[in-house]
């Protein structure tokens, strides 16, 4: 594997574990606690209005395009003869891992968030609506990252 192929390996691992870390503790800790406050509309309109603007996001960017630019490295180092095909395919697995957390977000978590956006901050219909398909999927993206997270590093293995 070349170098400049292992740091960016390196750099998506690090940027989707702290992400999928982020969304796991949200799934665990944020959303429970949730459950049990008299206005969880109105805290989760107020945290999607942060998330945007929060060091979060670089994170969050680093991952994507780090993981696009190593199965793009990844591909380019096995036609060459420069990576193991096992650790190729690890590596461009765990990247699309990583991807899918982003796919997720995009997909299904900032749809719902700009759903509740609409709400009223004390509509807990809203809240019970939009809480079971968002915890599903940022469980999904967080399980995703993570597991993306250690096949990027497995794949340095080689």
Same mark, same amino acid.
């Given at each position: 594997?070349?170098?400049a !192929?292992?740091?960016?390996?390196?750099? %998506?691992?690090?940027?989707?574990?702290v992400v999928?870390?982020?969304?796991?503790?949200? *799934?665990?800790? &944020?959303?429970? =606690?949730?459950?049990?406050?008299? +206005?969880?509309t109105g805290v989760?309109?107020?945290?999607?209005a #942060?998330a945007?603007? @929060?060091?979060?996001?670089?994170?969050? !960017?680093? @991952? %994507?395009?780090?993981?696009? !630019?190593?199965? &793009? #490295? &990844?591909?380019l180092?096995?036609?060459?003869?420069?990576?193991?095909?096992?650790? =190729?395919?690890?590596?461009?697995?765990?990247?699309?891992?990583?991807?899918a957390?982003? &796919?997720? !977000?995009?997909?299904?978590?900032v749809?719902? /968030? /700009? +759903?509740?956006a609409e709400? $009223?901050a004390?509509?807990?219909?809203?809240? =019970?609506a939009?809480? +079971?398909?968002?915890? +599903? %999927? /940022? *469980?999904?993206?967080?399980? $995703? @990252?993570? =597991?993306?997270a $250690? $096949?990027?590093?497995t *794949?340095?293995?080689?």
């Open positions: 594997m070349q170098t !192929t292992a740091i960016w390996i390196i750099l %998506a691992a690090l940027s989707t574990a999928g870390g982020v969304y796991l503790g949200f *799934s665990v800790l &944020v959303m429970p =606690a949730l459950d049990g406050d008299a +206005r969880p989760m309109k107020r945290i999607n #942060l945007p603007r @929060s060091p979060f996001m670089l994170a969050f !960017t680093v @991952s %994507a395009l780090s993981c696009g !630019t190593s199965i &793009v #490295l &990844v591909l180092d096995l036609i060459t003869g420069a990576v193991a095909a096992w650790a =190729a395919v690890i590596g461009v697995a765990g990247a699309v891992l990583g991807l957390g982003f &796919v997720i !977000t995009a997909a299904i978590n749809p719902l /968030n /700009n +759903r509740l709400a $009223a004390n509509d807990e219909a809203a809240f =019970a939009f809480q +079971r398909p968002w915890r +599903r %999927a /940022n *469980s999904t993206r967080g399980a $995703a @990252s993570l =597991a993306g $250690a $096949a990027l590093l *794949s340095l293995l080689s």
